[in-house]
């Protein structure tokens, strides 16, 4: 099992942020423009709710993948678990806080990802040698663009 962590800062309201991850429509605007995404079925956001995604990378290889959100905590935290699709196991937990430094206030999003491929040592030969790079460098961009537009949207 990998586990691997990211952490954003923000400068706008801890609940900007959190609200910003609960429209599931804000995940194409965040993924990394050669991968294509699309919305398959979208419950109403909550506990439990489930989301159908289609993923598209490389123009050829596509999964579906159908998440549930296991755990929504009003401006503290979202988890969404794999229900099917290409992984042996996903948990993506995002914890938010409200920090202050130097007199000055900013959010925080803690990312914690805890993911396994299929395919036994062969899916841990591909994640040591591709798949753990392209998950930080996609995360790295959705954090990007994530900052960019709430920051621009003060």
Same mark, same amino acid.
């Not at 194409?28 to 993923?55: M, W, Y």
């Given at each position: 099992?990998?586990?691997?962590?990211? !952490?954003?800062?923000?400068?706008?309201?801890?609940? @900007?942020? /959190?609200? /910003?991850?609960?429209?599931?429509?804000?995940?194409?605007?965040?993924?990394?423009?050669?991968?294509?995404?699309?919305?398959?079925? #979208?419950?109403?956001? #909550?506990?439990?709710?489930?989301?159908?995604?289609?993923?598209?990378?490389?123009?050829?290889?596509?999964?579906?993948?159908?998440?549930?959100?296991?755990?929504?905590?009003?401006?503290?935290?979202?988890?969404? @678990?794999?229900?099917?699709?290409?992984?042996?196991?996903?948990?993506?937990?995002?914890?938010?806080?409200?920090?202050?430094?130097?007199?000055?206030?900013?959010? @925080?999003?803690? @990312?914690?990802?805890?993911?396994?491929?299929?395919?036994?040592?062969?899916?841990?030969? #591909?994640? #040591?040698? !591709?798949?753990?790079?392209?998950?930080?460098?996609?995360?790295?961009?959705?954090?990007?663009?994530?900052?960019?537009?709430?920051?621009?949207?003060?």
């Amino acid at each position: 099992m990998t586990q691997l962590e990211f !952490v954003t800062k923000f400068d706008c309201p801890v609940h @900007e942020v /959190f609200q /910003f991850h609960t429209d599931v429509q804000n995940l194409g605007r965040i993924t990394p423009s050669n991968i294509n995404v699309v919305l398959l079925h #979208a419950d109403p956001f #909550a506990q439990s709710a489930e989301i159908i995604l289609k993923i598209t990378q490389f123009n050829f290889l596509s999964v579906v993948w159908h998440l549930r959100f296991a755990t929504v905590i009003e401006n503290q935290q979202i988890t969404d @678990e794999q229900v099917t699709g290409p992984l042996k196991y996903w948990q993506h937990n995002r914890y938010f806080s409200q920090q202050q430094d130097h007199q000055l206030g900013y959010s @925080e999003m803690r @990312e914690v990802l805890k993911y396994e491929l299929p395919l036994g040592v062969l899916g841990r030969i #591909a994640n #040591a040698l !591709v798949v753990k790079r392209m998950i930080k460098k996609m995360f790295k961009h959705r954090q990007e663009i994530t900052r960019e537009i709430l920051q621009h949207s003060i």
